[in-house]
């Protein structure tokens, strides 16, 4: 556990959370460690991945027409 912080979505709502580390995240076939991640308190709060654990892919792109 990091500690408390106050997040804002896409939206502008603001809920509150406690930032913990994840030392690992496994999406498909990819890895990434030391993930910072936040657990809402709120259950209206939107489940988000972030731009900071998305960064950690470099550069990607999604093709909506192939599923």
């Known amino acids: 556990m ?3 912080g106050q997040f804002a979505d896409a ?6 959370g406690t ?3 994840l030392s690992s995240v ?5 890895i990434l460690e030391n993930v910072e991640a936040c657990i ?3 259950q209206d709060a939107p489940l988000l ?5 998305l960064q ?7 093709d909506y ?3």
């Open 2 to 4: 990091i500690g408390k």
């Open 19 to 21: 930032i913990i580390n």
């Open 49 to 53: 991945f972030g731009q900071s654990a």
């Open 26 to 30: 496994k999406i498909g076939d990819r």
């Open 56 to 62: 950690k892919f470099g550069k990607i792109s999604i």
């Open 11 to 16: 939206n502008g709502n603001i809920s509150e």
């Open 65 to 67: 027409n192939k599923l």
């Open 40 to 42: 809402v308190q709120n």
